[in-house]
């Protein structure tokens, strides 16, 4: 019901067809970007900060504490967007939090 010929999910495209212009049902597939530079830079600034700096962080051996002082101001004070960077670390610690049986 998803698919009919070359046509993706078909089944929601019948049933809002009464509802959406041809347009919006037709068009290209159409993503959207959530904005993680925006929150490391705001609400999840501290977050970010004390997940991967903090004595308790499990991957700060990994890195050069120099260099991910640099990249993180440089994203916080907006000079440099370090988002896919930062996202990828932080990611790393939270896994080794809930997996890393070694600690």
């Not at 530079?37 to 499990?58: I, Q």
């Not at 002082?69 to 939090?97: A, P, T, V, Y």
Request: glycine share 4%.
């Amino acid at each position: 019901m998803r698919v009919r010929g070359m046509t993706t999910k078909w089944i929601l495209r019948e049933a809002m067809k009464r509802l959406l212009p041809g347009e919006i049902l037709e068009r290209p597939k159409v993503g959207f970007r959530v904005p993680v530079h925006e929150w490391f830079r705001g609400p999840m600034r501290e977050y970010l900060y004390d997940h991967l700096t903090a004595p308790s962080s499990r991957t700060l051996a990994y890195y050069d504490r120099e260099t991910l002082e640099k990249i993180l101001s440089d994203h916080f004070k907006g000079h440099q967007n370090h988002e896919k960077l930062l996202w990828c670390l932080l990611n790393l610690e939270i896994w080794h939090r809930e997996y890393d049986i070694s600690a």
